[in-house]
């Protein structure tokens, strides 16, 4: 199976920070990433597809970027409604595995 | 509007069985590679099974395979999973999500049910 590490797993920061988020594959996985964002008690909600389109109706301060192995999910100007939990998932192999998670806390 | 409603979740024993459920509408049901996702309380995101749009494929994760069956009925819009000899590490909440594909490649989940609670113990 192809593991996916999330890095950092808990993230402090600011309203209107910049914050990145890392995502490394234990093997190539092309292009085939997702992002998702997911609030307590909620299911999760995609926000990226193809390590770099962004899914219908999510906010542009949200990108992605990478191929190959890593990848990254950037906020541009962190709001508040985005302190959440995010994971990234390979879709290049079954099974589709996701990340640990990230934490994003408010600091 | 887009919707998946899961059922059938609760608490059972040890070795036993239950069915979940998934009741999609809102998109033409048929037309779509269906997964169930399950979350461990407290824990990260595991892809369980998936379906083909006809029902020919199915794959599951090694962890359940032999003791779960993903199955469909696109007549009535509806995505089922049957889970059999359950253990506790079966215990987590479990979505239902709707796949999206380009050119016939997987690439994410566009839409999630809220999930449902299944709890394995004595």
């Known amino acids: 199976d192809i593991q996916l590490t999330q890095s950092p797993s808990f993230l402090s920061a600011s309203v209107g920070d910049r914050v990145t988020i890392t995502c490394r594959a234990s093997q190539g996985i092309s292009s085939y990433l997702a992002w998702y964002q997911q609030k307590p008690g909620k299911a999760p909600k995609l926000l990226i597809y193809a390590a770099s389109t962004l899914q219908s109706g999510v906010p542009s301060r949200f990108s992605g970027s990478g191929s190959g192995t890593e990848f990254t999910l950037t906020i541009s100007s962190l709001q508040p409604e985005d302190f959440a939990t995010y994971y990234c998932?390979?879709?290049?192999?079954?099974?589709?595995?996701f990340g640990q998670g990230t934490k994003l806390e408010i600091k | 509007e887009v919707q998946l409603v899961e059922s059938g979740g609760g608490l059972v024993q040890p070795g036993g069985s239950l069915r979940l459920s998934c009741a999609a509408s809102g998109f033409t049901f048929s037309s779509y590679w269906m997964s169930w996702v399950r979350q461990a309380p407290g824990k990260g995101l595991e892809w369980v099974a998936n379906i083909k749009q006809d029902g020919s494929e199915k794959y599951y994760v090694d962890s359940v395979k032999g003791r779960f069956t993903i199955s469909r009925d696109n007549a009535k819009n509806s995505l089922y999973l049957q889970m059999n000899s359950l253990r506790a590490e079966d215990t987590a909440v479990y979505y239902c999500?709707?796949?999206?594909?380009?050119?016939?490649?997987?690439?994410?989940?566009?839409?999630w049910g809220q999930g449902t609670l299944v709890t394995v113990s004595s």
């Open positions: 998932q390979q879709l290049n192999s079954y099974p589709p595995t």
């Open positions: 999500a709707r796949g999206i594909t380009i050119f016939g490649v997987s690439t994410g989940f566009d839409y």
